[in-house]
């Protein structure tokens, strides 16, 4: 079964002007134009990530040509899909694979897109749910099957550390490890941000310098596992107190790409460094993560932590979150 493709969709485009430098508009464009592939998505509901913000501010780094559209996340309903995997009228969501960066986005009313790039929305959620969740909640989960994988057991002195809380990744990494029984301490540059934090479920706030500031190769022994989203002396910090066989999911890079460390936590207590990419991610681990985070968070977790917003409201938006002023998560309602 197929669903009428409408003739035209709305996007918001980066293209590069006259000058040479790239900026963000908004067009109408034919459905003709939409890129390759096997499923044409009607998008009801994006999100806005930090790569977003980059991409959306026509910062260097993320889009591989232009124009693009950006937005490496979204969920909709599908139209047409001309493998018959899917039938029209799926609920379907799509995070990563090079989404939103070398090929058309979410900040649209229309996409197209391989067919083994979707994941069907869980049962019991919806577009809007998937987009709170987002590339974000994703790369949450998956930081927290990680550390679980390779060890982690729940229990009052499993004191596990999330640093960035209160960004979009960090706070559902919060959430996510409440739920699951650990005792989460965060740490976050916004004192302010405490109450929001305790609600999500952390036992103890602390400050970035708390983290950024142990320097020494070897410190007191505190985490049993990390989830870093700030990379640099953050990481560098909670990498030299985390327990012996303690676990960090290295997320991001929010402060620096940089890691200047010595081996000794690698080496003298069998420290494990796990990468974390959600954008490569296969796709059962995909359904297994997207599966636990309907259980573990559904809607009504993610009400005090989502906020929604329109299309026209994204250049703005892209300015916040690269400030760092943007709280938990930011769905677009792409209508
Ligand atoms: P957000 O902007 O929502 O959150 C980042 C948080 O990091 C901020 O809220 C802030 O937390 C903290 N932070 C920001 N700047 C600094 C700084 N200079 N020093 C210390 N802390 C800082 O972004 P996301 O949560 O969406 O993404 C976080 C990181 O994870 C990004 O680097 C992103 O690129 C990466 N990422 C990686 C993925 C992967 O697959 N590996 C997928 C998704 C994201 P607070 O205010 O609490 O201090």
Redesign the pocket.
């Known amino acids: 079964m197929t669903h009428a493709l409408p003739e035209h969709y709305r996007a918001l485009r980066v293209v590069k002007g006259d000058d040479g430098q790239p900026r963000a508009e908004f067009q109408t464009l034919p459905s003709t134009e939409l890129p390759t592939g096997d499923v044409t998505v009607q998008v009801t509901h994006s999100s806005?990530?930090?790569?977003d913000?980059m991409a959306v501010a026509g910062r260097p780094g993320i889009l591989k040509r232009h124009p693009m559209t950006p937005g490496?996340d979204l969920a909709g309903t599908v139209l047409h899909d001309e493998t018959g995997e899917y039938t029209a009228g799926e609920g379907v969501l799509i995070t990563?694979w090079g989404l939103g960066e070398r090929h058309d986005g979410g900040y649209a009313t229309l996409a197209r897109v391989p067919a083994a790039w979707l994941t069907r929305l869980p049962h019991g959620t919806d577009a809007q749910w998937a987009m709170s969740v987002g590339?974000?909640g994703?790369?949450a989960m998956?930081a927290v099957m990680a550390l679980e994988d390779h060890g982690l057991k729940r229990g009052e002195e499993a004191e596990v550390l999330v640093?960035?809380?209160?960004?979009?990744?960090?706070?559902?990494a919060v959430a996510l490890l409440a739920k699951a029984g650990f005792n989460v301490t965060?740490?976050?540059?916004?004192p302010d941000?405490e109450p929001y934090?305790k609600a999500l479920g952390a036992r103890t706030v602390i400050g970035?310098e708390a983290v950024?500031g142990l320097t020494r190769p070897l410190e007191s022994e505190r985490w049993a596992g990390v989830i870093d989203?700030?990379?640099?002396a953050?990481l560098a910090g909670a990498y030299a107190a985390t327990r012996t066989h303690g676990s960090l999911a290295?997320?991001?890079?929010?402060?620096?790409a940089k890691l200047d460390t010595t081996v000794y936590p690698l080496i003298l207590r069998g420290v494990n460094l796990l990468?974390?990419?959600?954008?490569t991610?296969p796709p059962s681990r995909r359904e297994a993560a997207w599966g636990r985070l309907a259980r573990d968070l559904p809607a009504a977790a993610l009400t005090d932590v989502t906020r929604v917003r329109g299309l026209s409201e994204l250049p703005a938006l892209a300015q916040a979150?690269?400030a760092?002023q943007?709280?938990?998560?930011t769905v677009i309602d792409v209508n």
């Open positions: 806005l990530n930090y790569k913000g490496i990563g590339t974000a994703f790369t998956l640093t960035g809380a209160a960004g979009g990744v960090g706070s559902t965060a740490s976050t540059g916004r941000e934090l970035r950024s989203t700030v990379g640099g953050t290295v997320c991001g890079l929010a402060a620096s990468g974390i990419d959600s954008v991610c979150i690269l760092g943007v709280r938990g998560r």
